[in-house]
T-cell receptor, first 115, second 110 residues
Framework: KAGVTQTPRYLIKTRGQQVTLSCSPI?????VSWYQQTPGQGLQFLFE???????NKGNFPGRFSGRQFSNSRSEMNVSTLELGDSALYLC??????????????FGPGTRLTVL | AQSVSQHNHHVILSEAASLELGCNYSYGGTVNLFWYVQYPGQHLQLLLKYFSGDPLVKGIKGFEAEFIKSKFSFNLRKPSVQWSDTAEYFCAVNERQLTFGSGTQLTVLP
């Protein structure tokens, strides 16, 4: 099976712009979660989508949003970019049938740099 | 909210040395526990996981971890490390979302 794919792999934006990141889960997986990874804060949970519905959300401002399509592909959007949004954004997919006993498989990430 | 602590931020070992990385979590209910590894320039990969049953779980590449419920711990071990084990290791607990520890950078000297 192909793994989780994320596009683009690298992005450079300026403050105030918005950005959309894309994630394609492993075939058959219905849950997609997004994480932000920074040297200072580590890996932090953004949100999770399951069957096109946001099922769980972390403690990020409303500038961070997402959606999931009927084919389980997911997009994440960040509006009004700030310098502090520079990070590696990771997508993970899992079967989705269980909140707790699912195993999440990660994609390579999108490296976002905000200038 | 649950939290995960990894006490060793950077560990340096010589090849063939034994490894133990500590992980403690705060959640008192039923948890599922994971160790992930991030090799330089690569994505996060699952090393091993514990859901239930035998508290000693074996993963890939000779790694194992022991779940000790009374200590809220899930320490990662490997009897003999190799240079190729140089990576960052993350402990994580899954209640409704994955909560990660801050990571341990392991450097293995040849």
């Amino acid at each position: 099976k192909a793994g989780v794919t994320q596009t683009p792999r690298y992005l450079i934006k300026t403050r105030g712009q918005q950005v959309t990141l894309s994630c394609s889960p492993i075939s058959g997986h219905r849950s997609v979660s997004w994480y932000q990874q920074t040297p200072g804060q580590g890996l932090q949970f953004l949100f999770e989508y399951f069957s096109e519905t946001q099922r769980n959300k972390g403690n990020f401002p409303g500038r961070f949003s997402g959606r999931q399509f009927s084919n389980s592909r997911s997009e994440m959007n960040v509006s009004t970019l700030e310098l502090g949004d520079s990070a590696l954004y990771l997508c993970a997919s899992s079967g989705g049938d269980s909140y707790t006993s699912d195993t999440q498989y990660f994609g390579p990430g999108t490296r976002l740099t905000v200038l | 909210a649950q939290s995960v602590s990894q006490h060793n931020h950077h560990v340096i070992l010589s090849e063939a040395a034994s490894l133990e990385l500590g992980c403690n979590y705060s959640y008192g209910g039923t948890v599922n526990l994971f160790w992930y590894v991030q090799y330089p320039g690569q994505h996060l990969q699952l090393l091993l996981k514990y859901f239930s049953g035998d508290p000693l779980v074996k993963g890939i590449k000779g790694f194992e971890a022991e779940f000790i419920k009374s200590k809220f711990s899930f320490n990662l071990r490997k009897p003999s490390v190799q240079w190729s084990d140089t990576a960052e290791y993350f402990c994580a607990v899954n209640e409704r979302q994955l909560t990660f520890g801050s990571g341990t950078q392991l450097t293995v000297l040849p």
